[in-house]
């Protein structure tokens, strides 16, 4: 028995024909009386009986009417209840985001999305772009902010903000330090980076051979909180966006722009080949944007710019 079946049961049971059925629920006339057939051969007999006027349910065909209403009425309930949980069930997204970016974002967006996206669950995993990377390939996390290397431009990342970079050393510290620092200014500047394989340090190297400088490169820390002590122990300086200062001391601190055309930090948002459905998706990736526009407009993301989302 299938469940058309029990519809084209009770329809011909409502209309009194075959033929007013059919019209009634929108479908062929022989293909509703060939399902009927099968249906009387299911349960070797008659259900209807022909006359001029129509059709009449038999004995068996009313003892089948009560529960085949009670059938149908029992899927419609079912059908109600799926529906409900389509709506209301919850989608579990994973998104991973660098350090720097994480520290201005995270509180933000959790909150923007219990606001507006009540059926998302947002995890969040803090991690080096070099990291999130991998954790994209191995589908780990289902989005990545990441910092972009000079050149790339992956078909599933968008663009979603830049910001300018800035060296920061300790004002007190013996380091001759412009008002604007040049690319042969800036090689002779004693400085904290990151190793090579992040995207900040990637940045810079490339800006080194395409400017044809040698930066003077005193240390290599990826941690933020080892840049900065060695920076106020006046070691030497390090180059970061404007954002990633906020959290330091401020009383003994210089922070200069760097005059340096292509040194311009870019972010992008990537999506995992996994299985996130693009209906969660599409509003993520919205609020997302609203979120940093917010902070960026408010002053909370100091050095940022952002572009309109692209209408798909």
């Known amino acids: 028995m299938e469940t058309r079946q029990i519809k084209y049961f009770l329809a011909i049971s409502k209309f009194g024909s075959f033929t007013a059925a059919a019209e009634g629920i929108g479908v062929a006339q022989p ?16 259900l209807f009986v022909r006359h001029k006027r129509g059709v009449e349910l038999t004995v068996m065909g009313e003892r089948f009417k009560d529960h085949a209403i009670d059938i149908w009425e029992r899927m419609e309930v079912a059908r109600q209840a799926s529906r409900l949980a389509a ?11 660098p350090p720097l970016i994480s520290m201005l974002l995270v509180a933000p967006l959790i909150q923007a999305v219990q606001s507006s996206l009540p059926n998302v669950v947002l995890r969040v995993r803090e991690a080096m772009t070099v990291a999130l990377r991998e954790m994209l390939a191995a589908r780990e996390v289902d989005l990545a902010l990441l910092y972009t290397s000079p050149g790339e431009c992956a078909a599933n990342a968008e663009p979603m903000f830049e910001e300018k970079l800035y060296l920061g050393s300790r004002a007190t510290a013996d380091i001759r330090v412009p008002a604007e620092i040049s690319a042969e200014q800036l090689s002779s500047i004693p400085l904290i980076l990151s190793t090579p394989s992040t995207s900040h340090r990637q940045l810079l190297d490339d800006f080194s051979r395409r400017t044809g400088t040698r930066l003077n490169i005193v240390a290599e820390v990826d941690s933020i909180t080892g840049q900065r002590d060695l920076v106020l122990k006046g070691v030497g300086a390090t180059v970061l966006p404007l954002s990633g200062y906020l959290a330091w001391p401020q009383a003994d601190l210089r922070i200069v722009p760097l005059n340096c055309a292509g040194l311009v930090s870019k972010a992008s948002l990537v999506r995992s080949a996994g299985p996130l459905d693009v209906r969660t998706l599409a509003p993520l990736r919205g609020l997302l944007h609203r979120v940093i526009q917010g902070l960026i407009e408010t002053g909370q993301w100091p050095g940022a710019s952002i572009e309109p989302v692209p209408v798909h």
């Not at 293909?31 to 008659?46: N, P, R």
Request: glycine residues 12%; contains cysteine; negative net charge.
């Open 31 to 46: 293909a509703l009386s060939a399902q009927i057939a099968k249906l009387e051969a299911e349960f070797g007999g008659l």
């Open 87 to 97: 709506r209301t069930a919850t989608c579990e997204v994973t998104i991973g985001i």
